[in-house]
């Protein structure tokens, strides 16, 4: 799960509340590649490990998982990133277990 923010003012300010949008899209490249391809009607198989939590759903629509692992008791992955606003990475980060 792609978790991002675009501030709404020009840099992030340290230690402090910093305005702006934030949205959540499903992510990872190979799991966008296989969406786009299983949208266009070509036949699509996605090899991968999620979690067994509602990101984890959200993640196998759309696209064959069969041969996917869904794990027990593991949250599906996340990755945060905030744009500034010209869209450029001023920070990200993906969590690890």
């Keep these: 799960m792609d978790v ?3 501030l709404s003012q020009n840099r992030v ?3 402090v509340s910093n ?3 934030i949205e959540m899209q499903l992510g990872g490249m190979g799991r966008n ?3 786009n391809l299983a949208a266009l009607g070509i036949e699509t198989r996605l090899i991968t490990v999620v979690g067994d939590d509602a990101d984890g759903e959200l993640f196998k629509r759309g696209i064959n998982v069969e041969s996917s692992l869904q794990m027990a008791g593991i949250n599906t992955s996340t ?3 905030v744009d500034q606003q010209d869209g450029r990475r001023d920070s990200a980060y993906g969590n690890d277990h």
């Design 19 to 21: 305005p702006g949008k």
């Design 4 to 6: 991002f923010g675009t």
């Design 13 to 15: 300010i340290p230690t």
């Design 79 to 81: 990755y945060l990133y």
């Design 33 to 35: 590649i296989a969406a």
